[in-house]
């Protein structure tokens, strides 16, 4: 059966590393899934992507922010979980529409429901069906990120903490809207522990 499965959760709290390690426990146990990434996932919204992450675009208009989101997430639709979803498989994506309304309506202060509005129009009503919020304080996140030389160090990285803090709050806001999709993973604990917890989520939402 199709699943759409999105990763959430602020900068350095392991998400994507779960994530890879889901994939390859899923591909084991002879699951058809395929797993991506916003911004991002095909060649357009790649180079969407390396425009909104540049270091050297610091003076990217939150509003231009955005829009620019909302798009790559269009192409990534499009042409890759749309199609995946049809043909009844897994999906996993590092980063979703909940991304967008954590850090640019939260910390970019343009409102989680006017954020919302843009996407709704890009996505056509598209939600996941499991998101997973991996939580972290910003300053574990910031820690685990500085003692991992492998790292992108993007744009978003370079913010003040309160920005951070206020990610975090409008990840648990955005919890509580949706509690239906939501579960809250407890990003703190040895990896192989919450490697466990999610694959254990996903595999009670699938007997559903």
């Not at 095909?42 to 909104?52: C, G, K, L, Q, S």
């Not at 798009?71 to 897994?90: T, Y």
């Not at 955005?174 to 466990?196: C, G, N």
């Amino acid at each position: 059966m199709s699943l759409f499965i999105t990763f959430e959760g602020g900068e350095g709290c392991g998400k994507s590393t779960v994530m890879r390690l889901i994939a390859e426990r899923l591909s084991k146990d002879g699951f058809e899934y395929i797993t991506s990434r916003e911004p991002g996932g095909t060649p357009i919204a790649e180079e969407i992507r390396n425009v909104i992450l540049d270091k050297k675009n610091t003076a990217m208009d939150p509003r231009t922010e955005a829009l620019l989101y909302a798009a790559s997430r269009r192409q990534h639709l499009v042409e890759k979980i749309w199609p995946a979803l049809k043909e009844g498989k897994l999906v996993l994506c590092d980063r979703y529409l909940d991304s967008s309304l954590a850090y640019q309506g939260g910390a970019r202060n343009l409102g989680i429901d006017e954020v919302l509005a843009v996407n709704s129009f890009a996505t056509e009503g598209t939600f996941p069906d499991l998101t997973l919020l991996f939580d972290l304080t910003p300053e574990q996140g910031m820690e685990r990120i500085a003692k991992n030389a492998n790292r992108e160090v993007n744009r978003l990285d370079l913010e003040k903490n309160e920005f951070h803090k206020t990610v975090r709050a409008s990840f648990h806001e955005l919890a509580k809207r949706y509690q239906d999709r939501y579960v809250i993973i407890d990003a703190s604990k040895p990896l192989d522990a919450v490697v466990e917890d999610v694959y254990n989520v996903i595999m009670s939402r699938l007997k559903k």
